[in-house]
Nanobody, 125 residues
C-alpha cells in the first residue's frame, strides 16, 4: 500500500513563501507520478501542480503559474515552492501520487490513485 507523508504547511503573511514536501513509500515500482491539489473551505478540491516521475514534465493551474514551482529530488519525493502567496491560496494542500512503470513518464492533473492526509496553508492579509 502506497503511503504519502506531507510536510511544510503553516501560516504566512501575504507575499511570503512556503515550501511543501511529500514523500511516497510502500509501492512495488518505487516510481511515482505526483501532484499537488488544494481544497478551500466550501470549495472543491482543485489541481495545483503536477510532475512526471522523472521530473521532465510539469503542469500548473493558471492561478499559480509564475508563483509556484513543483520539483522533485528523486522518484519518491516532491516539493512545492510557493512564492508571492495570496490570501486566496489559503487551503488544505494534498499530495497525490500514482505508482507508474518506467514508460509512463508523463504528468496529469486528475485521477490520482493515492492521497496524503493534507497540510494546512494559511495566508493572512
Amino acid at each position: 500500500q502506497v503511503q504519502l507523508v506531507e510536510s511544510g504547511g503553516g501560516l504566512v503573511q501575504a507575499g511570503g513563501s512556503l515550501r511543501l514536501s511529500c514523500t511516497a513509500s510502500g509501492g512495488t515500482f518505487s516510481r511515482y507520478r505526483m501532484g499537488w491539489f488544494r481544497q478551500a473551505p466550501g470549495k472543491e478540491r482543485d489541481f495545483v501542480a503536477g510532475i512526471s516521475w522523472s521530473g521532465g514534465s510539469t503542469d500548473y493551474a493558471d492561478s499559480v503559474k509564475g508563483r509556484f514551482t513543483i520539483s522533485r529530488d528523486n522518484a519518491k519525493t516532491v516539493h512545492l515552492q510557493m512564492n508571492s502567496l495570496k490570501p486566496e491560496d489559503t487551503a488544505v494542500y494534498y499530495c497525490a501520487a500514482d505508482e507508474v512503470d518506467y514508460s509512463s513518464d508523463y504528468v496529469k492533473n486528475w485521477g490520482y490513485e493515492y492521497w496524503g492526509p493534507g497540510t494546512q496553508v494559511t495566508v493572512s492579509s
